[in-house]
């Protein structure tokens, strides 16, 4: 069984295409990277794996199942906003609150729900950030949260849309470090995207790189070279790799570093 | 004091509507969209005002005219309900046409005050009744939309991946929000509605980040403005309102210097140097 199995995939999205004509399939206990410049869809494909948008043509399976929206076996991390920013309550309440948060009725939780928002805490080392407001936490902390509370469930698959926005490479490093222990020690399959492809190397077992409404997914050393990447940008591309590092070029810039600033 | 009746009947009634307001209170500050409360009960006035042309009691104008208003706040969706300037012209027009009815209705001087600033007083059996019918009401169907209210509240975008009907939920809870103005403009008016709705909840926020314990305190708290209001409205022979909303404002200040004193207090037993410098804690500041 694959976690995510995509064929002849067409996502629009206010009437463009997304993504045209796009077929791969990633393995249940995989970590891929999905990266590409904005706009090229990686927010939307996640949306289609949700469920959430739906496809023009083609097919989604996830974890062998056709796509179905509200699965309890996709956890899902969506890119933070700064909503949380005036939040006085607790980290508990906030994981707490996403435990069937689906169903109607008081919010009180069952031992089993508490069980399971503590072994999310837990999996996260968050347990000491839960008793503490948001709003007294920097971004890296609540990332954790956020990722506790993807955890809910026990889900398969995780869909994690831009965890490392706005944190430091020294919090990046520790948020894919983090993610990359989860996916091992609970074999599942993560999809986790990003700007930059530098601080997942050395964590991904393939990358899913998205660009010009096309797909490819690979290894690091098949997915990153000059052809595919000017393949997908629809304009020369050169790779440079300094000390372990890559660096994508166009022309005489890096393209990654103009994507930096986020809608 | 509690040999009267009109006493008795107005502590119930306080009593009743406290208790509501703190709860739905809770979640509006929560959300964020405490100016849809005080926009609901500007409408409710001319809900009640034309009840009142028409003959009709003006709790069921306020009520009918609230629900209606929270209703169609929700369906324009989020984007139109942050819209302050639309909103503020709607209220603005909803009272100028209050203003009208009373026109019509001429002479009932009373009227308006006790429409604007409340009149707990004056609250008879029969409303008690249909107060505490309400309140009941409105709290199960709190109590059924909690869970994923919390959920799109804190969370939308994965409430949304997860099935919550977000859309669905927000017109639910604001014709909650809808009825309890019209409850709360009963002890406080219309103009005074933050007092019990806004001002308890936002205590309740600042002195304990437990949900549980926020929502416990938050209804708590409106309970004794209520009540310790009416006492002292009693003793002073100054109107209840004035009391509630002064004590409203006094808990919201002392809770602020509380909460701003213990951040400060605990930030400079907690901070750790080795943290701040892995950058796990920040350097001691004042936040906003």
Known sequence: MNAVEVAGLTLALGGRAVLSDVSFAIAEREFVGVLGPNGAGKTTLMRALLGLARPAAGSVRVLGAPVAFGNPRVGYMPQTRGGLDGMRLRGWDFVAGAVAGHRWGPPILGRADRRDVERGLGLVDATSLAARPLRALSGGERQRLLLAQALLGQPRLLLLDEPLISLDPRHQHSVVALTRDLQRQLGIAVLFSAHELNPLLGALDRVLYLGGGRAALGTVDEVITGPVLSRLYGSAIDVARVDGRIFVMSGRHPVEHDHHRHA | ?288
């Not at chain 2, 709860?23 to 929560?30: I, N, R, T």
């Not at chain 2, 942050?82 to 002479?107: C, E, K, P, Q, Y």
């Not at chain 2, 014709?175 to 406080?188: K, P």
């Not at chain 2, 509380?258 to 207090?265: D, Y």
Request: with cysteine.
């Open chain 2, 1 to 288: 004091m509690l040999e009267y009746d009109f006493m008795r009947t107005a502590f119930a009634a306080a009593g009743i509507v406290a208790v509501l307001s703190g709860l739905v209170g809770y979640f509006l500050v929560l959300r964020g969209q405490t100016f849809a409360g005080h926009a609901l009960a500007h409408v409710g006035f001319t809900g009640a005002t034309g009840a009142v042309l028409i003959g009709a009691a003006p709790l069921w104008g306020m009520v009918l005219v609230t629900m209606a208003g929270g209703v169609g706040m929700g369906l324009l969706g989020e984007r139109a309900q942050n819209r302050d300037v639309a909103i503020g012209m709607v209220l603005s027009m909803a009272l100028g046409l209050g203003l009208l009815f009373l026109h019509f209705f001429t002479a009932y001087a009373t009227q308006a005050t006790a429409l604007l600033f409340g009149n707990v007083l004056g609250v008879t059996t029969r409303t008690i009744v249909a107060l505490l019918g309400l309140a009941l009401a409105s709290l199960a169907a709190l109590a059924i939309i909690a869970r994923p209210l919390l959920f799109a509240t804190l969370q939308p975008e994965v409430a949304e991946a997860k099935g919550v009907r977000s859309r669905l939920v927000s017109v639910l809870f604001l014709a909650v929000v809808g009825l309890t103005t019209a409850e709360c403009s009963q002890i406080v008016g219309v103009l005074l509605v933050f007092t019990l709705m806004v001002g308890p909840a936002a205590a309740a926020q600042l002195l304990t980040a437990r949900l549980g314990a926020g929502l416990a305190l938050s209804a708590g708290i409106a309970l004794a403005q209520g009540l310790l209001g009416l006492t002292l409205a009693y003793y002073t022979d100054w109107p209840t309102s004035f009391w509630i909303a002064a004590l409203s404002g006094v808990t919201y200040a002392a809770a602020s210097l509380w909460s701003t004193g213990a951040r400060l207090g605990r930030r400079r037993s907690q901070r750790d140097p080795a943290r701040v410098e892995r950058g796990e804690q920040r350097p001691t500041r004042l936040r906003r």
